[in-house]
């Protein structure tokens, strides 16, 4: 049977009197979009919590090399050079420890404190003691130190 398009609405139509058979595989295929989007996503969330949990073991024992955007690649001392670095770097630490926090939320870890004053001071601490290491680094190191408290 071949359809037509409709003239306003650009939609396919069986003719007068035909009949469409519906294809049934189409239609389930539909619903298990939906159920592998959400295992896609807890998938997705799971592999995130297994290597952020991988990643806080290994970074305990030796430095690692991390994939980063932003002002988080740059070294303290770039950090620390301008007033705009200075605000954009703050800007990053938050986005930063947030999204630690959620992994440990998410996987049943501790997190770490959000006095957002106290967190900015330690992290200038740390880039003032080594102003070559990335502020990424001195944020990793001054959340798992704030998981020690």
């Known amino acids: 049977m071949e359809l037509k398009r409709h003239e306003y609405h650009n939609e396919l139509h069986p003719p007068k009197g035909g009949c469409i058979s519906l294809n049934a595989a189409r239609i389930d295929a539909l619903g298990v979009g939906r159920k592998s989007w959400r295992m896609v996503k807890a998938l997705s969330l799971a592999a995130l919590v297994f290597v952020a949990s991988a990643h806080a073991v290994l970074a305990q024992d030796a430095k690692v090399s991390v994939g980063t955007t932003g002002i988080g690649g740059m070294s303290c001392a770039h950090w620390r050079a301008t007033k705009e670095h200075l605000l954009e770097g703050t800007v990053w ?56 408290k």
């Open 93 to 148: 630490i938050f986005g930063f420890w947030t999204g630690l926090n959620y992994v440990a939320a998410a996987s049943d870890q501790p997190q770490s404190g959000t006095d957002t004053a106290e967190i900015v001071a330690e992290v200038r601490k740390r880039c003032v003691q080594a102003p070559s290491q990335t502020l990424a680094s001195a944020v990793w190191d001054t959340y798992l130190e704030f998981n020690k």
